[in-house]
């Protein structure tokens, strides 16, 4: 009787571990799968895209967009000591282009930028948005569409718009995180000469700083500019990067 009973309890100690083992040996494989689809689902770093010559960089269906009278867009963007290139490119899509009843013909294809590293012996293609700019052939209302103007100052990334005696507003770009990010925001509402606010943003420090002319409304001979700075502090929030920007046109601050 002691035996059977020492049968018995042997029996199930040896189902039980067999059990335990395939219960252990599923873990591990389910742990594997899931390590697996991790590694299967992980995003690819981007390929790097060089060049001998900047053109090679433009897409099809895009031209060079150059207007009259300006040079190059170069600087120092990532601080190696070598000029960088930026490109401002147009779409060339037909059916953008419109009869307008008092204007004539009117290209609507939207402007794009391409950022260019200087690698010495070729270039490396920095950052791409197609579309992010509105042609320059949109309506201004009682006025005339805002300017776009690109530059490179200060080893940062300029974007900035003109609009005449309404004022101007501007981004500020810094390379980092494999893109440009937007640092800062600056624009001026003006009613001709006169200047009604001010506005200037720093995302990194993430203060804003707006200033109010309190003698916005006096704009006679003896008309003196008298600001009233109130400053805010923003909620945190990730940066704004150019590659992802769809329309400047859209950006609110």
């Known amino acids: 009787m002691k035996k059977l009973v020492f049968y018995s309890i042997t029996l199930l100690s ?15 494989s389910e742990h594997k799968e899931t390590i697996s689809d991790t590694v299967q689902t992980k995003e690819a770093e981007p390929i790097a895209e060089f060049h001998d ?13 150059k207007e009259e009278g300006r040079d190059e867009i170069k600087g120092d963007l990532n601080k190696d000591g070598l000029e960088d290139l930026v490109l401002m490119i147009k779409g060339t899509d037909k059916s953008k ?3 307008h009843e008092t204007r004539g013909e009117l290209d609507r294809n939207r402007r794009g930028i391409i950022v260019l590293f200087n690698k010495g012996t070729n270039y490396e293609l920095a950052v791409k948005n197609n579309s992010c700019f509105s042609s320059e052939n949109e309506e201004g209302g009682v006025y005339y569409a805002p300017e776009l103007d690109v530059s490179i100052e200060k080893g940062n990334l300029i974007v900035h718009y003109a609009h005449g005696r309404y004022g101007y507003w501007s981004y500020t770009f810094r390379h980092q995180d494999q893109d440009f990010e937007l640092i800062g925001y600056d624009a001026s509402y003006n009613r001709g000469p006169v200047t009604q606010y001010e506005t200037s943003i720093n ?14 409304d006096d704009d006679g001979d003896n008309y003196v500019e008298n600001f009233k700075d109130t400053w805010e502090k923003l909620p945190a929030k990730k ?15």
Do not use: H, W
């Not at 010559?53 to 967009?65: M, T």
């Not at 990194?204 to 309190?214: F, Q, S």
């Not at 940066?239 to 601050?253: A, C, H, R, T, V």
């Open 203 to 216: 995302f990194l420090t993430k203060k804003k700083l707006t200033r109010d002319n309190l003698n916005k």
């Open 239 to 253: 940066l704004i990067k150019l590659s992802e920007i769809k329309d400047f046109d859209e950006l609110n601050f």
């Open 53 to 65: 010559n900047s053109l090679d960089f433009i897409p099809k269906g895009y031209i060079i967009y």
């Open 97 to 99: 282009v419109i009869q």
């Open 14 to 28: 040896a189902i039980a571990c067999n059990s335990k083992s395939e219960e252990k040996s599923n873990s591990i």
